[in-house]
């Protein structure tokens, strides 16, 4: 399996922007989907936006609510998944995670299809 450690997270005004990275090792021979969840307090783990590592990074996907807002973007030669966030506002409010699961080209949804995870960083919008 790979290893994923995510940071980046933080605390930011709404409207403000925010990078999160995950770093990636092991299993470089694989080819995984990678994705973003989320899990605000009192609900359920949410896939933010997925993208495979194959291809040179293909098919970038996002929920309806970050669409024009985040994007996700993957820097082989630094072994590392990327979220850039903009225009971020509190519903935004949540620890991410970084997920993969390995992949010959389909990037499933559901959260129980990853089973490598990161240990999440908090991302705090509030005035």
């Known amino acids: 399996q790979v290893q994923l450690v995510e940071s980046g997270g933080g605390s930011v005004q709404p409207g403000g922007s925010l990078r999160l990275s995950c770093a990636r090792s092991?299993?470089?021979?694989?080819?995984?989907?990678m994705a973003w969840f989320r899990q605000a307090a009192g609900k359920e783990r949410e896939g933010v936006a997925r993208?495979?590592?194959?291809?040179?990074?293909?098919?970038?996907t996002y929920v309806d609510s970050v669409k024009g807002r985040f994007t996700i973007s993957l820097d082989d030669a630094k072994n590392t998944l990327y979220l850039h966030m903009n225009n971020l506002n509190p519903e935004d409010t949540a620890m991410y995670y970084c997920a993969a699961h390995i992949s010959n080209g389909y990037c499933f949804t559901s959260v129980d299809h990853y089973n490598n995870w990161g240990q999440g960083t908090q991302v705090t919008v509030s005035s």
């Open positions: 993208i495979y590592t194959g291809r040179g990074g293909g098919n970038p």
């Open positions: 092991g299993d470089r021979h694989l080819n995984y989907c």
